[in-house]
């Protein structure tokens, strides 16, 4: 809890991503998997960027990585402030 929010970390709060990097042409690959052939794409989980607020902003539901992020700005607010 910081300050008066509290935060609630979910770690099934992921998001699916296409990696297309060990592709070597990304337009030719979307046009032939588009035509059905298999393309050398990776599915990745990776932390959902989305904070979702509930008791009117006082508590707050997020990913554990994003929770560290926001901590750490807090952190750095608090320093800064007198």
């Known amino acids: 809890m910081i300050g008066s929010v509290r935060i609630i970390e979910d770690a099934n709060l992921l998001d699916t991503v296409e990696d297309w990097s060990r592709v070597r042409s990304p337009a030719r690959a979307r046009r032939r998997r588009k035509r059905g052939f298999p393309q050398n794409i990776v ?3 990776v932390p959902k ?7 009117g902003g006082r508590t707050l539901v997020m990913h554990p990585a994003i ?3 926001v901590r750490r700005k807090i ?3 608090a320093l800064v402030t007198p």
């Open 75 to 77: 952190a750095e607010i």
């Open 49 to 55: 960027r989305d904070i979702y607020s509930l008791d």
């Open 67 to 69: 929770a560290r992020e």
């Open 43 to 45: 599915y990745r989980s």
